[in-house]
Nanobody, 126 residues
Framework: ARVVESGGGLVQPGGSLRLSCAAS????????IAWFRQAPGKLREEVGCIASRDGFVHYADSVKGRFTISGDSAENAVYLQMDTLKPEDTAVYSC????????????????????WGQGTQVTVSS
């Protein structure tokens, strides 16, 4: 079982990208998935997370209003829609899944993510 990210690339400031976190080997029914990013020389930052039980979604202040996390059970994937991208959003983006997860939240929870993706590069530059 694993999760795999895709959708990274080069985009101009103000542009958009959609990243996918596809699960294989398990079904995304009750889960928590978090998106992380890490830029060179910086600590890993959690961008946001989703807990499927009640559709709870949380975003870091740095991306609130610009990024949207959503799940698609038919595609067995979670998406990170990134709009109004800035150069400071440049980083390697990774997703991590906790499966199964029956909690109502993905914040302030002692979640140990058990599936990690390899990451996908997002570069915002003109």
């Amino acid at each position: 079982a694993r999760v795999v990210e895709s959708g990274g690339g080069l985009v101009q400031p103000g542009g958009s990208l959609r990243l996918s976190c596809a699960a294989s080997g398990f079904t995304l029914d009750y889960y928590a998935i978090a998106w992380f990013r890490q830029a060179p020389g910086k600590l890993r930052e959690e961008v946001g997370c989703i807990a499927s039980r009640d559709g709870f979604v949380h975003y870091a202040d740095s991306v609130k209003g610009r990024f949207t996390i959503s799940g698609d059970s038919a595609e067995n994937a979670v998406y990170l829609q990134m709009d109004t991208l800035k150069p400071e959003d440049t980083a390697v983006y990774s997703c991590a899944a906790r499966y199964p997860w029956y909690g109502s939240s993905c914040v302030d929870e002692d979640i140990e993510y058990n599936y990690w993706g390899q990451g996908t590069q997002v570069t915002v530059s003109s």
